[in-house]
T-cell receptor
Framework: QVQLKQWGAGLLKPSETLSLSCAVY????????WSWIRQTPKKGLEWIGE???????NYNPSLKSRVSILVDTSKNQFSLKLSSVTAADTAVYYC????????????WGQGTLATVSS | DIQMTQSPSSLSASVRDRVTITCRAS??????LGWYQQKPGKAPKRLIY???TLQSGVPSRFSGSGSRTEFTLTISSLQPEDFATYYC?????????FGQGTTVEFK
């Protein structure tokens, strides 16, 4: 059974960098696409970006200048960094898996609330 | 970006009602569409992929149809556990984009 378990700092100040990590259990890391998605009451679900096992990334253009997604295949983990956060980045962040580029998300992490407040 | 317009934004229904939710894409996405159900405090759960393929383990009262720019999720006989928010997701091209969601409430 595939499980994604995520963790990271939940409270940030404006201009700080949000850092989240996601560990994958029960499945090989290779051959899949690993995404980050966030959700706010105002904007709904927003795809942030993804990385595959070889390190190839795709980012949402709306966030590209501030986002970095990295992978550590030795630990079956991937991570998200979002720099220069503002209150607008307050959201529940999810890590997620896709089987391939022409497949939708199938497995999700449990979600992490990140709050940006001075 | 491909815009996904989902309607209605909310609806009230009773148990055993037939419910239909629509998602329209701003351009042709072939059949690259998924439907998700989300309950409060939980991650979304995939119901349908490739517009009409039922995810393993999902009850057969859920069905999806459509292609290109217009898609539909139908619940043939609403059950108490189906009261939730439903989202569509297009994965035809980057960036992936979601519909704004449809909340199914108890009438």
């Amino acid at each position: 059974q595939v499980q994604l378990k995520q963790w990271g700092a939940g409270l940030l100040k404006p201009s700080e960098t949000l850092s989240l990590s996601c560990a994958v259990y029960g499945e090989t890391f290779s051959g899949f696409y690993w995404s980050w998605i966030r959700q706010t009451p105002k904007k709904g679900l927003e795809w942030i970006g993804e990385i595959n096992h070889s390190g190839m990334t795709n980012y949402n253009p709306s966030l590209k200048s501030r986002v970095s997604i990295l992978v550590d295949t030795s630990k079956n983990q991937f991570s998200l960094k979002l720099s220069s956060v503002t209150a607008a980045d307050t959201a529940v962040y999810y890590c997620a898996r896709r089987v391939g580029q022409r497949w939708p998300v199938d497995y999700w992490g449990q979600g992490t609330l990140a709050t940006v407040s001075s | 970006d491909i815009q996904m317009t989902q309607s209605p934004s909310s609806l009230s229904a009773s148990v055993r009602d037939r419910v239909t939710i629509t998602c329209r894409a701003s351009q042709d996405i072939r059949s690259d569409l998924g439907w998700y159900q989300q309950k409060p405090g939980k991650a979304p759960k995939r119901l349908i992929y490739a517009a009409s393929t039922l995810q393993s383990g999902v009850p057969s009262r859920f069905s999806g149809s459509g292609s290109r720019t217009e898609f539909t999720l139908t619940i043939s006989s609403l059950q108490p556990e189906d009261f939730a928010t439903y989202y569509c997701l297009q994965y035809n091209s980057y960036p992936l984009t979601f519909g704004q969601g449809t909340t199914v409430e108890f009438k």
